[in-house]
């Protein structure tokens, strides 16, 4: 959908890592 990824580009700039958030939101959550 063009609407959706216009929306994301929009909500997450072009340097936004999103396996390394993944990465480091699973870190922060395991004990």
Do not use: K
Not at 1 to 11: K, L, M, R, Y
Request: aromatic letters at 16%.
């Amino acid at each position: 959908d063009e609407a959706s990824v216009s929306t994301f580009s929009f909500t997450y700039p072009t340097d936004f890592n999103l396996e390394r958030f993944m990465r480091e939101h699973d870190g922060i959550s395991t004990p």
